[in-house]
Each structure stands twice: as structure tokens, then as C-alpha cells.
């Protein structure tokens, strides 16, 4: 069994550019959430989507970033014109169809993002 | 909004020994799900242990048990038997019950857990 599966490992950018950061979620779950984790600090909730949804957008910024999950593919965060503070550890998880309360997330290995 | 609150940064113990990692919390909701994570330098982030809040009963997964004090919004992780292995970022942290809102895991600052041979 695939747990989740994030792509790629590492990004290097340069300012202005775009990164695109994919993760596929174990298979059966159409939950996903996506985390942001600064340099030496703990990780932050960013968005949860469902499939073809946006359920919770309430941690991403306003700007430049943008997130998806579609019908088919894996979920898509992208951030348009990077900058340097945007240099962080980016997690995915993913949980099942909820049939219950106490479901799991599940993450992945995460994609470091370095801004230049 | 929740907060989670780890007040030590790094921790130091001697293989073999215990050690036990702080955490608090603040929340208004009566129900709601804790957890420690474990973060080793691949990044890779681990469940340690999980403790549902309605549950009185302390959560203990091997070497790993925490002292969950309701009231007092208190979450602690002891790990007995200190292992090189457990050297790692100990995150502790909170989640609701599932809605479709407010689903996410909040996380409190980490700690650094070395273990000495």
C-alpha cells in the first residue's frame, strides 16, 4: 500500500517564478490537506480540499498561492512569483471518506522549497 | 481559535532513562483529539500516539504513554526506555472532530528531543 506521495522532494526557484508542488494522497482518501512548515517552527495548516473542492482555505494567503484537487490527478498547490520567504517545508496529508470522527491524517515526505 | 503550546524547545536525555515533553493547549470545545507527532531529520512526519478527549484514560503505544490532564488543557508525552532512535522533533498537537470547517490539525511549536549514549 502507497502511503502519500509528494513530488517532487526538493524545488529550487528563483524570485518571480512558479512552483508547483504535487501530492497523491493514499488511495481510497479524497481528503486532503496541505501544511506549511517555516525553518525551525512547527507546521501551519494551509488549505483541505476534497475532490473537485475547497473546503477550508482559511490559512492560505490571499495572494500568489493557489491550491487544487481534481477529479482525476493528484492535488496541486502552486504558488505564482515566489520570493524568498515562501522558502519552507511543504506537507500534504490525506484521510479517508469520513465515516467517522477520529480519522487519521496521513502525510507525506513533504517537498523543501528554496527560494534563490 | 486553538493554540498549542510547547514551553521547551530542546530536551536532553540519557539513553535507557525517561523524559517527558510539555504540551498545552486552549480550546472551548469539550471534544476534540490530541496527538504527538514525531519528526525525525527526514522530515518524515510520525504518529506517535493519539488520545480522544472524552476518554479519561491515558493513550499508551509501547515505550510512549502521555499524561492527559482535561481540565487543566495539559498533554504530555513520557517516553521510557529512551532510545538513540527517538532522537527527534516532538510535535504535539490538536484537532476537532470532523466538520467540514476547522478539520485541520493545529500544531504547537515542537521540541527537540537528543538523546545522550
Known amino acids: 500500500n502507497a502511503g502519500v506521495m509528494q513530488n517532487p522532494r526538493h524545488l529550487v526557484r528563483r524570485r518571480g517564478q512558479e512552483a508547483r508542488l504535487r501530492c497523491s494522497p493514499v488511495?481510497?482518501?479524497?481528503?486532503v490537506y496541505w501544511y506549511r512548515q517555516l525553518p525551525e517552527e512547527g507546521l501551519k495548516f494551509m488549505v483541505y480540499?476534497?475532490?473537485?473542492?475547497?473546503?477550508?482555505e482559511s490559512g492560505m494567503p490571499k495572494e500568489r498561492f493557489s491550491a487544487e484537487f481534481p477529479k482525476e490527478g493528484p492535488s496541486i498547490l502552486r504558488i505564482q512569483q515566489v520570493v524568498r520567504g515562501d522558502s519552507a517545508a511543504y506537507f500534504c496529508?490525506?484521510?479517508?471518506?469520513?465515516?467517522?470522527?477520529?480519522?487519521?491524517?496521513?502525510f507525506g515526505p513533504g517537498t523543501r522549497l528554496t527560494v534563490l | 481559535a486553538q493554540t498549542v503550546t510547547q514551553s521547551q524547545p530542546e530536551m536532553s536525555v540519557q539513553e535507557a532513562e525517561t523524559v517527558t515533553l510539555s504540551c498545552t493547549y486552549d480550546?472551548?470545545?469539550?471534544?476534540?483529539?490530541l496527538f504527538w507527532y514525531k519528526q525525525p531529520p527526514s522530515r518524515q512526519m510520525i504518529l506517535v500516539i493519539r488520545?480522544?478527549?472524552?476518554?479519561?484514560q491515558n493513550a499508551t503505544e509501547n515505550r510512549f504513554s502521555v499524561n492527559f490532564q482535561k481540565a487543566a488543557k495539559s498533554f504530555s508525552l513520557k517516553i521510557s526506555d529512551s532510545q538513540l532512535g527517538d532522537a527527534a522533533m516532538y510535535f504535539c498537537?490538536?484537532?476537532?472532530?470532523?466538520?467540514?470547517?476547522?478539520?485541520?490539525?493545529?500544531f504547537g511549536g515542537g521540541t527537540r528531543l537528543m538523546v545522550k549514549p
Open positions: 496529508a490525506s484521510s479517508p471518506r469520513m465515516t467517522g470522527s477520529s480519522n487519521e491524517q496521513f
Open positions: 488511495k481510497g482518501h479524497s481528503h
Open positions: 480540499l476534497q475532490k473537485e473542492n475547497i473546503i477550508d
Open positions: 480550546t472551548s470545545e469539550s471534544d476534540y483529539y
Open positions: 488520545q480522544e478527549a472524552y476518554k479519561q
Open positions: 498537537a490538536y484537532r476537532t472532530p470532523f466538520r467540514n470547517a476547522g478539520n485541520m490539525l493545529t
